[in-house]
Nanobody, 124 residues
Framework: QVQLVESGGGLVQAGDSLRLSCAAS????????MGWFRQIPGKEREFVAAISWSGGYIPYADSVKGRFTISRDSAKKTVYLQMNSLKPEDTAVYYCGATYRAVAPTKGYEFDYWGQGTQVTVSS
């Protein structure tokens, strides 16, 4: 069992940067692949980025490629999402997920644990 807590969201202007953190408790992160998803009201949760437990496979959604970077610090049991050049369309609640799968998946149903989410709002 692992508990995830996201932080770092907020209100920023277009072009700004934010770094989201996902802190895990209850278990080491070394055996988990991790991912970030986002959701706006009335829409399905959307894949953003993921990182395999080994760090060797890191897929990104096309909409964030080149702007967002996912990373992990297993010693600190924390996963990060560095978001640069933010756009208004990046506005959403961002969720961190963990899965036992060795290869980081890109579908929400393939994740076993979720955090409560952190709001990111980008104004134009």
């Amino acid at each position: 069992q692992v508990q995830l807590v996201e932080s770092g969201g907020g209100l920023v202007q277009a072009g700004d940067s934010l770094r989201l953190s996902c802190a895990a408790s209850g278990h080491t992160l070394r055996s988990y692949s991790m991912g970030w998803f986002r959701q706006i009201p009335g829409k399905e949760r959307e894949f953003v980025a993921a990182i395999s437990w080994s760090g060797g496979y890191i897929p990104y959604a096309d909409s964030v490629k080149g702007r967002f970077t996912i990373s992990r610090d297993s010693a600190k049991k924390t996963v990060y999402l560095q978001m640069n050049s933010l756009k208004p369309e990046d506005t959403a609640v961002y969720y961190c997920g963990a899965t036992y799968r060795a290869v980081a998946p890109t579908k929400g149903y393939e994740f076993d644990y979720w955090g409560q989410g952190t709001q990111v709002t980008v104004s134009s």
